[in-house]
């Protein structure tokens, strides 16, 4: 299968510490998107790549949280001291270079702390 | 005011019938459309894209009407089968906005 790939599907920790989540997208896909969704709501966009360069951050996106795409390929989000309010499904998407195209998602890492 | 919004639902329709699922937006410059599919615990796949003109894939139909920056999904002779929630999705710039969904049961 070579849709969207996330590592790990599910993630239990205690609060204060860090996580960090790998996405590997759809290889011939240059973008690459983080979101978080939480029950009953929609995903909300975090950030974006095209190719290594993260080119959007949401206001969401607080100084504990960190995105890479180091090689243009997979992607790392990091988040720092967690915090409970962190808890939520952290879904990664990929679409191709064509603008405004679909985008498919991963499974999501399920992120629980505790 | 959210930008993209949903009626909540939820809808609890019979086998065979028809729904409809309508969505605001509030970014006039808002470039393209979709209606993702969501299932409970699951990841959001792609139903149909949303073009101008309106576009029908089999029992299901996407109208857009970018005056009244309205966004509808007609889903015909619905199956069990359909049982999901539906996010309607627009993509203003580089990253798309959601809305919160509707959440359909069809009930046999």
């Known amino acids: 299968d070579t849709g969207v790939s996330q590592d790990p599907r599910h993630k239990i920790t205690k609060r204060g510490q860090n996580v960090t989540f790998r996405c590997d997208p759809i290889s011939e896909h240059n973008r690459l998107y983080w979101y978080r969704q939480t029950l009953g709501q929609g995903p909300e966009f975090l950030t974006y790549?095209?190719?290594?360069?993260?080119?959007?951050k949401s206001r969401l996106l607080s100084d504990r949280f960190s995105a890479e795409r180091p090689k243009g390929s997979f992607s790392t989000l990091e988040i720092q001291r967690t915090e409970q309010g962190d808890s939520a499904m952290y879904l990664c998407?990929?679409?191709?270079?064509?603008?405004?195209?679909?985008?498919?998602f991963g499974d999501g890492t399920r992120l629980s702390i505790l | 005011r959210k930008e993209v919004e949903q009626d909540p639902g939820p809808f609890n329709v019979p086998e065979g019938a028809t729904v409809a699922f309508n969505c605001t937006y509030s970014?006039?410059?808002?470039?393209?459309f979709f209606w993702y599919r969501q299932d409970c615990r699951k990841e959001p796949k792609l139903l149909m894209s949303v073009y101008s003109s309106g576009n029908e894939d089999g029992r299901f139909t996407a109208q857009l009407n970018r005056a009244s920056q309205y966004i509808s999904l007609l889903i015909r002779d619905s199956k069990l089968s359909d049982s999901a929630t539906y996010l309607c999705?627009?993509?203003?710039?580089?990253?798309?906005?959601f809305g919160a969904g509707t959440r359909l049961t069809v009930k046999p």
């Open positions: 998407a990929s679409s191709s270079d064509r603008r405004w195209g679909p985008q498919h």
């Open positions: 970014n006039s410059a808002s470039q393209s």
């Open positions: 790549f095209q190719n290594e360069a993260q080119l959007e």
């Open positions: 999705v627009v993509n203003p710039n580089n990253d798309m906005r």
